[in-house]
């Protein structure tokens, strides 16, 4: 197993030494797409993807579904499971010791296992949640247990997915990036990259775990760090 750290630039070198020091992995790099300074059109072409509703996104949101793809990619030509960070993870100060509790658990099986769950996603957990086809909610009840949970696979630490976005630290497995490589390639981009994980995961086509809420400490976020992702320039 190794990590990348999806980064464009050393503005968040802060964050990146602080991941580096934290994550007792060997590092590599899958270098980052910056969707300002190079053809979009050519590098979608190239991984045989496109847009199915132009417009949508803006190029830092593309930047980041190239970026994703590609460590899909590494995971699949390197047949090793690959952590990926962006670069304003922020990796608990236990991260190895706590990584290590939880990793044990995690099915053979697995796609991705996500490392951050936003606050407001916690609850999710405990939610009585129908998905349609698409991997989207028709259905959300009374709240049930933890014991309960449509979620809750027998694990004590690990659960299936609830979370329905996040990006900011996902373990892929080998059979996972080719698994999203060939969902990606036959159905373009159509949303974020992080919803596209979820939804196929509550669609059911793809396998994805979390830790439950109560041990989901392992990488925070810094909601305030300054963005280009989220622009106005659409693709």
């Known amino acids: 197993m190794k990590y990348n750290i999806i980064s464009i630039n050393d503005d968040r070198a802060r964050y990146k030494q602080m991941i580096r020091k934290r994550v007792?992995?060997?590092?590599?790099?899958?270098?980052?797409?910056?969707?300002y300074e190079v053809d979009i059109h050519d590098e979608l072409e190239r991984r045989r993807l496109s847009i199915t509703f132009p417009g949508m996104f803006s190029k830092g949101e593309i930047g980041i579904w190239l970026s994703?793809?590609?460590?899909?990619?590494?995971?699949?030509?390197?047949?090793?499971?690959l952590l990926v960070f962006e670069d304003d993870a922020i990796?608990?100060?236990?991260?190895?010791?706590?990584?290590?509790?939880?990793?044990?658990?995690?099915?053979?099986?697995?796609?991705?296992?996500?490392?951050?769950i936003p606050d407001n996603q916690l609850i999710d957990y405990v939610y009585d949640v129908v998905y349609d086809e698409e991997g989207l909610p028709t259905h959300v009840g009374p709240n049930k247990n933890s014991i309960t949970s449509n979620y809750n696979f027998g694990a004590?630490?690990?659960?299936?997915?609830?979370?329905?976005?996040?990006?900011?630290?996902?373990?892929?497995?080998?059979?996972?990036?080719k698994t999203f490589i060939?969902?990606?390639?036959?159905?373009?981009?159509?949303t974020p990259a992080d919803?596209?994980?979820?939804?196929n995961a509550h669609a059911g086509r793809a396998i994805g775990y979390g830790p439950k809420p109560n041990r989901a400490k392992l990488v925070s976020y810094d909601w305030k760090a300054v963005t280009t992702v989220h622009t106005e320039d659409r693709v």
Not at 24 to 35: F, M
Not at 182 to 190: D, F, P, R
């Open 24 to 35: 007792h992995l060997e590092e590599v790099d899958v270098p980052a797409i910056n969707a």
């Open 68 to 81: 994703t793809f590609d460590c899909w990619k590494w995971a699949v030509d390197n047949d090793e499971e």
């Open 91 to 116: 990796p608990h100060i236990n991260f190895k010791h706590m990584f290590r509790e939880l990793y044990p658990e995690l099915p053979k099986d697995y796609d991705f296992f996500v490392l951050w």
């Open 156 to 177: 004590i630490r690990l659960a299936r997915v609830y979370n329905g976005y996040g990006n900011v630290a996902q373990l892929y497995s080998p059979k996972g990036g």
């Open 182 to 190: 060939e969902l990606a390639q036959k159905t373009g981009i159509y």
């Open 195 to 199: 919803c596209f994980l979820y939804q």
